[in-house]
């Protein structure tokens, strides 16, 4: 079991709510995660299911109209919701770092590559010089694989993957905590992208970076992640051990989620179809928001209460699920009472 | 957990008939010129820079199947997608539709040869008019082919069409507009108003990409029923490798514009010839975190298509490639030994000298 020493970022009933033309949304709903030091937690969900809105909520970074509207965001035992803007903005970059879908959003077109990472780290560390931020940034972009010289590159000039790796490098070079990857490898082919989801495990190791990778992708997932934590409709449904989440899902969400992924190995089975499609978040359903698609749905319990997010029946702290075929639910108490 | 409940995606029986083949692509480039100034072309006379797209390409579509059609970006897939469908004109070579030669066809000939064929993109809100009604979307294609229709005819055939994508009752959605619709719903109509001139040839240019992964194989599952329901071929483009397994009958890999291997997708991926093709494959990530990869990954990046490498366009970054030989030969499609119709473009691991492997000479 983690001991509290061991948790690097905590998230305690973080609930986040968009304003729209049909009324206020809750994008993220009452949500709890811990990131352990040096994992890589992959964070899946289908588009729309609240796992970028997460991912930038941490960062207090705001998505669209997107607003905290409670919870508690805990760092390396300090509480990001007590910090001022300016405090915040300190620690984006330096300890917390970022890389998005599309870098090409994320570095400026015309700034070259190796200004625009000397620049951030003199931001960060103003006490280098500029010659030591720069023999650090060409060391680093070397490091993961990209010739010396094409840091005087400017990103257009570069590949997709190649400038994923610039914004790792940043990251890397601030000695950056905690990494939020949102969607890294999405926009790149296959192959670039197992060679860049080696390089994250790579730095894992080397440097312990902890990694909160979101993504749709469960391939991804299963291939580079430590812990898996799942998501459908703004909030969170399970959370455990990668082997233990792909071998025996508890959540049939995650069941389904699972078995309607292509696997492209020859023997594996034939692919599921999961019936309709998830909830619109301006009217949830009531109770488990999964229930009107769930196969296992019970009538006198599901579609009622909301289940909690918790450690099973009989399991340890380290899983997580919120399904009532896995808690007592308030009709076995009722009866038992 | 109780056991699995989960609905199963129905494994479509293919009838692929013998005979000649719905679609045949003969020696096919598509060159886009680079866009080049005045004192450019005054001193540049000769071959004037083209990004080559697509670069001597050859298959044929057989009545019945689904082709795939794979690789990643810029390997020129959806180029050869619109050469397919007369869409494009090839810079050089030759498509035939049925037997006929496609650069041969009028205007007119064309137009009316186009309701037997049609195409299926990856964005459906990009596809969907968003001021016509569903409806008007799905009948739009009839009053283009079948002009004699009545208006009572036409509604007719567009609430079938809506019956047949699964959007029921159809009444119910033939007067709303796109953007009252799901993502996945709105690629059922973009699959209903392709299909409502009842058309022979369907060219899915990723139709799934954009879907999430639970409604990804409720659309997969419909385009195989209805591939059975209307007696359709499939060119299947993708650069899902593992999507592709689920519903290819047999499967191109591209690279730089060119086919470096072909055969039926249980050869191919089973035991791919090319190494690029393996590579491709092993790279998929598949989700097993027991599952590790085994393959090498190609060193560098895609070189570009304005100046590909010489001989295999794959040998610089080829674990394999013999210096000498592969930077100097330019390899065809040949078949690989003790295989069935699989063929690949490798001049170590098939044709003549990979056959020679197989058998020393004593």
Not at chain 2, 127 to 152: D, F, K, V, W, Y
Request: glycine share 8%; net charge negative.
């Amino acid at each position: 079991m983690a001991t509290s020493s061991d948790i690097l970022y905590s998230v305690r009933n973080l609930t986040v709510e968009y304003e729209t033309r049909h009324g206020v949304v809750k994008g993220v709903d009452n949500v709890s995660l811990d990131i352990r030091r040096g994992e890589i937690l992959g964070l899946v969900g289908e588009s729309g299911s609240g796992k970028s809105t997460l991912g930038k909520a941490m960062m207090r970074l705001r998505n669209g109209s997107a607003r905290i509207t409670s919870g508690e965001l805990w760092f390396d035992g300090q509480n990001l919701m007590e910090l001022s803007e300016r405090q915040m903005r300190d620690l984006r970059g330096s300890r917390l770092g970022m890389v998005f879908q599309d870098p090409m959003t994320s570095l400026n077109p015309v700034q070259r590559i190796v200004e625009h990472l000397t620049e951030t780290m003199l931001t960060h560390e103003p006490e280098w010089t500029e010659e030591e931020a720069r023999a650090r940034a060409e060391e680093l972009v070397e490091r993961l694989g990209i010739r010396r010289e094409r840091v005087k590159d400017y990103p257009h000039q570069m590949s997709g993957g190649m400038r994923q790796r610039v914004m790792i490098a940043l990251a890397l070079a601030l000695n950056c905590d905690l990494v939020i990857a949102d969607e890294p490898t999405t926009s790149l082919d296959v192959i670039v992208e197992a060679k860049f989801l080696d390089l994250l495990k790579e730095l894992r190791d080397e440097f312990n970076l902890t990694i909160l990778l979101i993504t749709h992708n469960i391939g991804v997932v299963a291939e580079v992640a430590d812990r898996v934590a799942v998501m459908y409709a703004a909030k969170l449904v399970e959370i455990g051990d990668v082997n233990q989440v792909f071998e025996k899902p508890l959540h049939p969400y995650t069941e389904g989620l699972l078995k309607s992924v292509p696997n492209i190995e020859l023997d594996s089975g034939a692919l599921y179809k999961m019936e309709g499609s998830p909830p619109d978040l301006s009217s949830p359903p009531p109770g488990c928001r999964f229930h009107p698609r769930c196969p296992y749905m019970m009538e006198e319990v599901c579609p009622i209460y909301d289940p909690p997010f918790a450690p099973p029946e009989g399991a340890s702290e380290d899983t997580r699920v919120a399904c009532w075929l896995h808690h007592p639910h308030p009709q076995k108490v009722a009866i038992g009472a | 957990m109780p056991e699995s409940r989960l609905e199963q995606v129905a494994t479509p029986t293919h009838r692929i008939e013998a005979g000649p083949p719905l679609v045949e692509v003969r020696g096919v480039k598509k060159y886009f010129p680079l866009q080049s100034g005045f004192l450019a072309s005054l001193f540049n006379r000769g071959e004037q820079p083209a990004v080559r797209a697509v670069d001597g390409v050859d298959f044929e579509i057989r009545r019945g199947e689904v082709f795939g059609l794979a690789g990643e970006s810029g390997s020129g897939k959806s180029t050869v997608g619109r050469l397919v469908l007369n869409l494009l004109e090839p810079t050089e070579g030759k498509v035939f539709f049925d037997g006929m030669d496609l650069s041969q066809l009028s205007p007119d000939e064309m137009r009316r040869l186009r309701s037997r064929m049609q195409i299926i993109f990856q964005d459906p809100l990009a596809s969907l008019n968003p001021r016509m009604t569903i409806g008007q979307a799905i009948a739009h294609p009839l009053e283009i082919h079948e002009p004699n229709l009545s208006e009572g005819q036409r509604r007719k055939r567009v609430l079938e069409m809506l019956e047949a994508v699964g959007m029921n009752p159809p009444t119910n959605y033939a007067d709303k507009y796109p953007h009252q619709i799901s993502g996945g719903q709105r690629q059922r109509i973009v699959i209903a108003r392709a299909l409502v001139t009842r058309p022979e040839l369907i060219v899915a240019d990723e139709p799934i990409a954009m879907a999430d992964v639970s409604v990804r194989s409720a659309l997969l599952d419909l385009m195989m029923r209805l591939k059975d329901e209307f007696d359709l071929t499939y060119l299947f483009i993708t650069h899902d490798l593992a999507t592709a397994k689920y519903v290819c009958d047999r499967i191109a890999i591209m690279y730089l514009g060119r086919i470096v291997e072909v055969g039926p997708l249980k050869s191919v991926y089973g035991s791919p010839a090319h190494p690029y093709t393996q590579a491709l494959l092993d790279a998929v990530p598949v989700p097993d975190p027991k599952h590790r990869r085994t393959q090498p990954m190609p060193r560098g990046e895609i070189p570009s298509p304005i100046d590909p490498p010489s001989g295999c366009r794959f040998h610089p970054r080829c674990p394999i490639a013999q210096m000498g030989l592969c930077d100097v030969e330019d390899p065809q499609l040949m078949q690989v030994p003790e295989s069935d119709n699989h063929l690949a473009a490798c001049l170590l691991r098939a044709g003549p000298r990979a056959m020679g492997q197989q058998t020393p000479p004593s």
